[in-house]
């Protein structure tokens, strides 16, 4: 019973990390388009709390993946290495469960 509630442990916070990630794509775009500015002390103080946060996910990634044609693909790949490491605590708890 321990490890299963381990396993859900991991998943919730693989689920923030991916939600952070999320936001953190969304609010680059909107800087982007010009929507907000990070001169705003709200918007800069996000922007920097999650780059603190996620730079280094991404960094060993964005050693081994180049950017294409300018676009940073590292955000892209560790959502899926997330989702991959998702499926298999799922099937580390089916296997626990029987």
Do not use: C
């Amino acid at each position: 019973m321990a490890l299963l509630a381990i396993i859900d442990i991991l998943n919730y916070l693989i689920s923030v990390l991916i939600w952070l990630m999320i936001a953190q794509f969304v609010l680059s775009l909107l800087v982007m388009f010009n929507v907000i500015n990070t001169h705003n002390q709200f918007v800069g103080g996000l922007w920097r709390a999650l780059d603190s946060l996620l730079e280094p996910i991404y960094r060993p990634v964005r050693s081994v993946v180049p950017p294409v044609g300018g676009m940073d693909l590292s955000p892209m790949v560790v959502i899926i290495l997330l989702n991959v490491l998702r499926k298999i605590l799922a099937y580390s708890a089916m296997a626990a469960i029987s």
